[in-house]
């Protein structure tokens, strides 16, 4: 197992759990204790927990946000499974939006298989994927939230504005048992606000590891999409 995707898991264990120690995680993980103290370190230093004796406990701000290139780890299968059945959506020159989400960047694949789509996205390293496919992509611009690479801000607003989509592709931290969608980034739910308001068909893609959570800032509830894509 990659490092990041080792602690990605460890992460999603401690966000479950709110503690282990450090034996358990060696168990769960198949890793040796001393590679777990050596990825508790490393995480506690960016904060995102507190080590205690045997152990760790979620620390600091336990919705602060994961860096992408752990969330792009996280249920790595779940979001192949979930791109592949939200290819039924696309369709011969569509213009679709792309938050800048992990879930969203697994689009990149089918929307590289559909003839004559045009892409917006708020994704930094989406577009990079899209176009290295030669697949015809605008970039929002705006203000890139460095942990996430996702352009946001009145610059990304602006661009989205002024547009129309026919499909939205997107996803967020937490689906509430009562259909509520939640994250931890105001301003990246500020810019998927407009990006639904602004596309006639909105899909939200969502692995079930989120289902049952709910994070500070809400995003609205899924009666107003179109389509819930999991990978059960």
Known sequence: MLTVERQGELLEILKREKSATVAGL????????????????????????????????????????????????????????????????????????????????????????????????????????????????????GQMITRSYSYVGTHAEACIRGMHADVVFFSCRGLSDDGELTDTSIEENNLRRVMLERARVRILLCDSSKFGKQYIYSLGYRDALDEVISEG
Do not use: C, N, W
């Not at 979930?82 to 569509?94: N, Q, S, V, Y």
């Open 26 to 141: 060696s168990k769960k993980l198949f890793a040796s204790e001393a590679t777990v103290r050596r990825d508790l370190a490393a995480l506690e230093t960016q904060g995102y927990l507190k080590r205690v004796h045997g152990g760790a406990v979620i620390g600091g701000a336990p919705d602060r946000e994961i860096p992408y290139a752990v969330r792009e780890s996280v249920q790595e299968r779940a979001k192949e499974i979930m791109a592949a059945r939200a290819a039924a959506f696309l369709h011969k020159g569509d213009v679709v939006f792309l938050d800048g989400s992990s879930s969203a960047f697994h689009m990149v694949e089918p929307l590289a298989r559909t003839e004559d789509v045009l892409v917006v996205t708020s994704g930094a390293r989406t577009a990079l994927a899209l176009a290295e496919r030669g697949v015809r992509v605008i970039s929002t611009g």
